[in-house]
């Protein structure tokens, strides 16, 4: 059996959100697919041969987000005073004050402030409180940071 999926709340339901906007769109790429078999010949039917790439796509990214719901565990913080997935952890790195969100591998996104579990930032974090200074490895080398709080 494939490992665990582990997502927050809300990244289970963008997945799921995804998934049903892909299930519309499915329903559009196939009248489109039908208008341009009414072309003719679907050699050379440039209309047909990319609604054709764009099914393919949509059908591939349907299966791909079913089988991670199918294979999830939402997480839901256990209102810990420790860094746990799920937690807003706010940071004072180099004088600047940051605040990431842990999440699951599938839901990060740096530039929104979600970082996951596994990456060097979160990994460091994991299990750690507030005013606790933490050293992080980064492909850039060693670097210090205190958590100023978590949420």
């Not at 009414?38 to 099914?55: F, P």
């Not at 987000?65 to 810990?80: A, F, W």
């Amino acid at each position: 059996m494939p490992e665990k999926i582990l997502l927050t709340q809300e990244g289970f339901q963008k997945i799921q959100t995804e998934i049903a906007t892909l299930k519309e769109r499915r329903k559009q790429v196939s009248e489109r697919i039908r208008n341009a078999r009414e072309y003719g010949d679907l050699s050379e039917n440039s209309e047909y041969e990319d609604a054709k790439n764009e099914q393919s796509f949509v059908e591939g990214r349907i299966l791909e987000l079913e089988e991670m719901v199918r294979h999830s565990k939402i997480v839901t913080k256990n209102g810990t005073d420790k860094v746990e997935l799920g937690s807003a952890v706010t940071l004072k790195i180099d004088g600047e004050t940051l605040t990431y969100v842990i999440v699951g591998v599938s839901e990060s996104d740096p530039t929104a402030g979600k970082i996951s579990a596994d990456s060097p930032i979160g990994h460091s974090l994991m299990g750690k409180v507030k005013g606790e200074n933490v050293e992080i490895n980064t492909p850039n080398g060693k670097m210090t940071c205190k958590i100023i709080d978590i949420k």
